[in-house]
């Protein structure tokens, strides 16, 4: 007999608690092996909702139109969409895939007012992104919203604006406004990116 009996039920107690003590740390193991699989699960359920809901917004051009008769005079283009009773507000419209958003301002005035006869005086700096009123989003637009590049435009001198220039007109009427008067006409929901891009513009001094 190798080892004396004594001896024996020692480290056959030994051999008992390590195997106890593997047990358990196999079951630890087992169990935060699940908690590790259950958190990929859960992150990916979350990535595809993140997908599934993510917004998706247009990218557009907008111009802020200053009469021929600024500086001397500031008036404020503003226009009456066609399509939505009492919505005034500045011309705008998408950037098609390869224009610029110069190329796409000089189009849209050209198909929204019949005339692209402008000077640009300035550029807000950022893209704007604003989401379109729950009543209106997946009604008319496919997008959540838009992401805007403002331009500010003088009118040059004898231009004619014409709002019947394309088949289906996008504004039904037209009016020049001063500062105050245009936060009372403009949709609502265009207010404070309006306020915001020509405060910005009168800072830089170019209103």
């Not at 805007?148 to 039904?172: G, H, S």
């Amino acid at each position: 007999m190798l080892f004396s009996n004594g001896y024996n039920r020692i480290l056959g107690r030994i051999i008992s608690e390590i195997s106890e003590q593997v047990s358990k740390w196999y079951s630890c193991l087992t169990v935060f092996k699940e908690h590790l699989m259950m958190r990929g699960v859960l992150k990916f359920i979350e990535n595809e909702y993140r997908m599934q809901n993510k917004k998706s917004y247009r990218p557009n051009v907008a111009a802020v139109i200053l009469s021929s008769k600024y500086p001397e005079k500031c008036e404020f283009f503003i226009a009456h969409r066609s399509d939505i009773k009492n919505a005034w507000q500045f011309p705008q419209g998408g950037i098609d895939k390869g224009e610029t958003p110069e190329d796409a301002l000089y189009r849209e005035l050209l198909e929204e007012i019949g005339c692209n006869n402008v000077e640009i005086l300035g550029e807000f700096p950022e893209w704007i992104t604003y989401d379109f009123p729950k009543k209106a989003r997946g009604k008319v637009y496919p997008f959540d919203g838009q992401t805007q590049k403002y331009f500010l435009v003088r009118l040059k001198e004898d231009t004619q604006i014409d709002l019947q220039a394309y088949e289906i007109p996008e504004f039904k009427e037209y009016a020049f406004v001063n500062y105050e008067e245009l936060f009372t006409r403009v949709t609502y929901f265009k207010r404070k990116v309006y306020r915001k891009v020509i405060d910005h513009f009168m800072k830089e001094g170019l209103i």
